[in-house]
């Protein structure tokens, strides 16, 4: 992907108060695989999140986005929609970086074979655009070696 | 958070997105706009002045719905969207397949 | 203590907006044992509460001044001010209650053993009212065996 | 965050607590009313509109502050306490040791 494409997410992100000394918290919060969550999920997270920056416009719609891909991704790909099956939603308030990490209980995939959902041949498909358009709102993104654990990064300014 | 519809003097059928266009919610959006395209509408708007996100399965409804509406020789229009929502059809190159207005208003006016 | 004595803290608390199907999550926060830190950790606290509650009163104070009572007392009794220890915060969100854990690494110690502050003879000491304020603040308040944890509920109305 | 006091014309020293008044900061407190007194202040007033939560080590100092103050032939008064600090005091019954006034106003006008 080339970087000056992105979205310069960072500039949008300010550290909170001048009060704040860098503690880190870690959020974690478990979902059945049913789509219908996904929006309160996404909603508490957000939330969550707005506790961390003063500048809540990437939360609001960044954030949300990437987590929302994410998480409909480990519901419906990795756990099949089985609401036996859980995700596992955790998010890392760090001094410089907040990790949100969403993993499913399913085989994984390899992200590395994913085509390009703006090529003119795509362009009218109705998928495939979920994982890209989280490596273009979050600033890095990581898979586990399985591939049913995604790492959303975004940097603090 | 849901749809509302209402159409306007010259038939185009407006439908506001209030909240959310994602995975959820996304097949009572497509199902809604189906019935009135069976019911012999054939321009669409959508509003989406209110709405707070779209995830990629909403955009991918709205392909699909914008193909079916052009195949039985309608028009899908859409209106309202805030920078955000203009960044991810701009991200996915989307903006090149919608014909996209600044206000429902303005989508009107061109109708 | 007498259950009627005690401020009718639930009355206070409203839970979130409608579309809450009830999602649990946890925080979980770790800080060095140094008083300077209690500030910011009851701050953080307070926000991310915030995430899961409409009525903000209780949050606001109730849950601060517990909050920082125990952290003083993990850090200055429990950890005795050394920094190279850690407290851990763990907040739970639940359905029906928010849980504050707050434990150290030092001994623990018997809270049944604690004097009534508010006995004529000690009210002037300057000290010995803070497991009393925790007690009274909040619904509920739980220790493990050992006495190095203090859990504080909340049950949400 | 922090302490600010002034005097009034009557020579009470009027004591501002902008923030927290907990473990963490009341030793700055502490040590500022006790310079007064070295200094020859004996009137103090302890104004709490601007605090946001006291703890049992903040309640502690006042305790302890009153006591010195009185020693000396002084009174420490406090004022400014919303309902949630009210409670606190009452709790732990501090509220029938203190003179507690509702504004800095009140408390001068009886000084
Ligand atoms: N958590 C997951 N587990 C298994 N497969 C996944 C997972 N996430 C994504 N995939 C695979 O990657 C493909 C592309 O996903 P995505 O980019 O989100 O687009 P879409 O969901 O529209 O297909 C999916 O079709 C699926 O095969
Ligand atoms: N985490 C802890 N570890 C060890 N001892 C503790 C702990 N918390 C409280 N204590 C003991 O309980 C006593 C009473 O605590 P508290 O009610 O908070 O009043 P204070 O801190 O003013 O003494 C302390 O003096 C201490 O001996």
Redesign the pocket.
Known sequence: MNAASRKPLSAHVAPLAPATRGLEAQLAMHLPSDVAFIEEAVELVARHLEAHFVDRRTIRFNCRVALS??L???I????GGDRSKQVTVRVLFGKTAIEME?S?E????N?AS?PD?TAPERLES?????????RRLVDEVRFNDR????CMILRRA | MGFTSRKDPKGVLIVEVDGQLIVGNRQEFKQKILDALDGGDRKFLVDFTRTGYID??GL?VLVSLSKKIRDEGGELRLAGLNEDLRTLFELTKLDTLFAISDSAADALKVS
């Open positions: 891909e994410a409909a991704n480990a419906q790909y990795g756990n969403v499913d399913g085989n994984g995939f992200p994913l959902p109705p998928d495939g655009r979920g994982i890209f358009l989280i591939g049913n654990a995604i | 990629s399965s991918g």
